[in-house]
């Protein structure tokens, strides 16, 4: 069997020694060829890297499992001929182009700019790396079907990445998406790829864009001019952790008012090596630890880390004993929303018609606050297209306020449609300079929330299972989960269940199922016990195990009762985990 896969990847990776590939990508194949260990031919050739619905992502190199010139030209042309089918109608077809730091990226771009002209396709391409969020604002702003971005947001500097933008802006869902995946599919030679560019189709983007991307979020996320005004310099240090969002969020913050906005210049270095950082992930401590040296060494109150695209952002706050904190998704979520909630009833904006937007796996407490509020809460399947979803379905109907997820995106502009770290930046920044003036800190703010809607704890549990056997059993788990439903989590009855790949609901009290709202299916289970707790299961679509998302609450009179709380809740989350098995 093995030596039968290895003829196969052999055979495969002779065809790229043809003369329809560049002479380097000829040098890296016969160099694969001519090794020894067969183990990194093989990776590279065993399958053709796919184009799944959020675009394409892998590692860099020469073969058809790799990112490179010929796999994200084959993405190009089969997006660029099924725009030609879907818009025949229109006298021209425009899409954008962006990309982040990574290596190659700047490539790739220009590549695929190429493959949209030969096809007859106006192209806007960014002159060089911007945020993500802007690539989605230009497409909106310049009327176009489509656009792409290069990037491979918070991967290992190995990666790249391929996402595919619908002409509102968000990235493609049904039916383009798998109207476009069997586009792709259907290029079967480089000879169906058209590199010969039309440069009189390919319009370089200048400073414009970025200046009214700018204007457009100041206007939007400005929401109470008297506290930036009291204190303008307040310390931000900001760290784009390589990546884009050096060309951008520091002027942003500026432009909205904010004077005093510390760097970390070793990390303003734009590189697709990432020298500083074992991971550009700012979900992790790792990746902010320079910047919290920098604030504590400058006496700073905030730190804001952006990923590599700058969709995501971290953060740092100061905790009630002056030591910084690193806030989660689930808390910065929470912070956004009341905020902007807040701040829309203070200055009468709140007419009833307004919502906001989370995904199934981010807290509960959103939930309490829309409640309290009159503000309708739309829940939505992980992945930001599903919350760009929910503000088409909603335009010109209902008024939106924001809407984020655990995995530290936000959006707080109704004119992008995918998660923006520009803005939500600049709206921390203000959140910080409004705390102050009611004589708080960021920390305190989340503290009362706490206290006025309840203590919650979140923790993400991953199981790896490795290889054909452990997708099996991960498959093996889900199924037993949904044959044998638990009736309790660490003490509390369960009183309700949702099955989303069934897309139904199981009321334990009342004994009924009842139908879930959802676009489609997808393979997530959900749990909600009595006494607050909720636990979501779903194998993950990229990576090899199964995620669990244990949420836990508890009430606090005070900010002094949030400590032991919190001891609390680590304890209930271990006994969940065995209720679990994990």
């Keep these: 069997m093995e030596d039968l896969l290895l003829k196969q990847v052999q055979s495969k990776a002779n065809a790229w020694l043809a003369d329809d590939y560049d002479a380097e990508t000829r040098k890296q194949v016969k160099a694969l060829l001519n090794k020894d260990e067969t183990t990194d031919l093989i990776e590279a050739f065993y399958k053709d890297l796919e184009f799944g619905t959020g675009g394409l992502r892998g590692i860099m190199g020469a073969g058809s499992n790799r990112m490179n010139i010929y796999t994200v030209g084959a993405a190009t042309q089969g997006l660029a001929n099924y725009l030609k089918k879907e818009f025949a109608h229109l006298p021209q077809i425009s899409v954008v182009i962006g990309h982040d730091c990574r290596n190659n990226s700047r490539l790739f771009a220009e590549k695929s700019a190429d493959i949209f002209s030969a096809n007859g ?10 945020p993500t969020p802007e690539i989605s604002y230009a497409i909106r702003k310049f009327g176009c079907q489509s656009g792409i971005c290069i990037t491979a947001s918070h991967n290992p500097k190995e990666y790249n ?40 189709l390919i319009q370089l983007l200048d400073s414009q864009i970025d200046n009214e991307y700018i204007h457009d979020l100041v206007e939007a996320v400005t929401l109470d001019k008297a506290a930036i005004t009291q204190h303008k310099d307040i310390k931000i240090v900001y760290t784009p952790i390589h990546g884009t969002g050096v060309t951008l969020i520091p002027k942003a913050l500026k432009a909205m008012g904010f004077e005093n906005i510390i760097h970390v210049p070793e990390q303003d270095v734009i590189s697709g090596d990432f020298p500083t950082v ?29 990923d590599p695209d700058a ?9 009630e004993n002056n030591e910084f904190v690193l806030l989660n998704g689930n808390q910065t979520l929470l912070i956004f929303l009341y905020y902007l ?28 606050i829309a409640q309290k509020n009159g503000v309708k809460l739309y829940d939505v399947y992980t992945g930001f ?12 109907k209902r008024t939106y306020i924001g809407g984020g997820e655990e995995s530290y995106g936000f959006l707080a502009e109704h004119f992008v449609r995918d998660k923006d770290a520009v803005s939500a930046c600049m709206l921390l920044a ?12 960021v920390y305190n703010l989340l503290q009362d929330i706490y206290v006025e809607y309840g203590f919650s704890k979140e923790v993400g549990v991953s199981v790896v299972k490795e290889g054909k056997s452990g997708a099996e059993e991960i498959e093996a788990m889900m199924k037993s989960y949904r044959e044998n439903p638990m009736t309790e989590l660490a003490g509390s009855k369960i009183f309700f269940i949702k099955d989303f790949a069934k897309q139904t609901g199981y009321d334990v009290v009342e004994n009924e199922n009842v ?68």
């Design 121 to 130: 396709i106006k192209v806007y391409l960014f002159p060089d790396l911007r």
């Design 161 to 200: 990445g391929y996402k595919a933008y619908w002409d509102d802006g968000a990235q493609v869902i049904a039916p383009h998406d798998k109207n476009i995946i069997a586009e792709v599919n259907k290029i079967s030679s480089v000879k169906d790829i058209q590199f010969t560019g039309q440069p009189g």
């Design 278 to 306: 074992k991971s550009p992930n700012p979900e992790e401590a790792a990746a902010l630890k320079m910047a919290v040296e920098k604030a504590i060494a400058t006496g700073a109150d905030l730190v804001m880390a952006s």
């Design 311 to 319: 969709d995501r952002v971290g953060v740092a706050v100061r905790n």
């Design 341 to 368: 909630i807040t701040r829309w009833q203070e200055l009468g904006r709140l007419k009833g018609n307004e919502y906001i937007v989370k995904t199934i796996v981010s807290t509960e407490l959103v939930k309490k």
């Design 385 to 396: 297209k599903w919350i760009a979803d929910i503000m088409k379905q909603n335009e010109n």
């Design 430 to 441: 203000e959140i910080a300079a409004w705390a102050a003036s009611n004589g708080k800190t």
């Design 515 to 582: 139908t879930l709202d959802m676009p489609t299916t997808s393979n997530v289970l959900q749990y909600f016990a009595e006494d607050g707790t909720k636990v979501s299961i779903r194998p993950s679509g990229t990576e090899p195990k199964i995620k669990f998302y244990i949420e836990v609450h508890s009430p606090v009179a005070s900010r002094a009762e949030i400590a032991s709380a919190e001891v609390a809740a680590d304890e209930k989350i271990v006994a969940v985990r065995q209720s679990l098995g994990i």
